[in-house]
């Protein structure tokens, strides 16, 4: 088992900064990937960025690609995403997600492992 626990939300204007953190603990020794994934009122959870067990290989959504940045700090059981330019159209609840086996996927069927997620407000 694996417990993820996301920090760093809150309301921002747009163009502004946030930085999401999500701490994993628990069944962290083995391989896996990690990724971010958002859900907007009345909309599907959607896939935001991923990185694999390594941090060697990363993806982006089209959405965010430029001004998201995924990273990991194993040392601390961590991973984070650094969002600059914020639009109101990534007004979300963004929640990590971790998947054994250390591969990168889009599909939110492919994850193991959630948290409860965090709130990003974006005004304009």
């Known amino acids: 088992q694996v417990q993820l626990v996301e920090s760093g939300g809150g309301l921002v204007q747009a163009g502004g900064s946030l930085r999401l953190s999500c701490a994993a603990s628990?069944?962290?020794?083995?391989?896996?990937?990690l990724g971010w994934f958002r859900q907007a009122p009345g909309k599907e959870r959607e896939f935001v960025a991923a990185i694999d067990w390594s941090g060697g290989r990363t993806y982006y959504a089209d959405s965010v690609k430029g001004r998201f940045t995924i990273s990991r700090d194993d040392a601390r059981n961590t991973v984070y995403l650094q969002m600059n330019s914020l639009k109101p159209e990534d007004t979300a609840v963004y929640y990590c997600a971790a998947r054994y086996g250390g591969g990168l996927d889009t599909s939110r069927l492919q994850y193991d492992y959630w948290g409860q997620g965090t709130q990003v407000t974006v005004s304009s």
């Open positions: 628990g069944r962290t020794s083995s391989s896996y990937a």
